[in-house]
């Protein structure tokens, strides 16, 4: 799927704009899963250095980095993400993600070089992790979310989905697909 970086962008500025809304009930879902894993480390398959890749709107491929440790005593993942080649040459972003076992949630916090800022709760589908915003109301039969879908994950891969949705999560549009590759 081709997708413009200005879409990207314009949802971004967006999901800004929407935070001065009246939120809707928050996402909060309870992290159950088949997964033989303690919760805390539901998110560890995403440690490491990672090449990623995505396909441009123009049929070229963008490149980039994305470097996630854990940190302050292993129970916080840090993730730095760099933009090297294509439309979105130059774009950085970081978050840190936390499992707080008291109530059992995932949160995560992103914040970009272009003014971006999200604020995320996690959680599993299966073998699907995501990181999910807020419900907000943006109009008129309008509920605005997006996140992110962690899947087909391997030992050396995984591919992650940036995805919008305007009626509360009933249906998703995919707006960007990455494909990770592990470089260590």
């Known amino acids: 799927m081709k997708v413009l970086p200005l879409y990207i962008l314009s949802l971004l500025l967006l999901t800004s704009a929407c935070q001065k809304q009246e939120a809707q009930e928050p996402f909060e879902e309870s992290l159950t899963s088949e997964l033989e894993i303690e919760p805390e480390a539901y998110f560890d398959f995403w440690l490491g250095g990672w090449e990623v890749t995505w396909e441009e709107a123009n049929g070229d491929t963008g ?27 130059g774009f950085m972003g970081t978050s840190i993600s ?47 979310t997006q996140r992110m879908v962690f899947y087909d ?22 707006n960007w697909r990455i494909n990770y590759k592990k470089v260590d």
């Open 63 to 89: 490149r980039g980095t994305n470097f996630i440790e854990k940190t302050l005593d292993g129970k916080v993942i840090q993730e730095n993400f760099r933009v090297n080649h294509g439309q979105m040459e």
């Open 153 to 174: 994950i391997t030992n050396d891969s995984l591919k992650w989905d940036w995805e919008s949705s305007v009626d509360g999560g009933k249906s998703w549009n995919l």
């Open 98 to 144: 936390v499992y707080n076992p008291r109530t059992n949630t995932w949160k995560q916090a992103w914040a970009d070089n272009q003014g971006g800022y999200f604020d995320f709760t996690g959680k599993v589908d299966g073998t699907k992790r995501i990181f999910q915003t807020e419900i907000r109301e943006i109009g008129e039969d309008t509920l605005f």
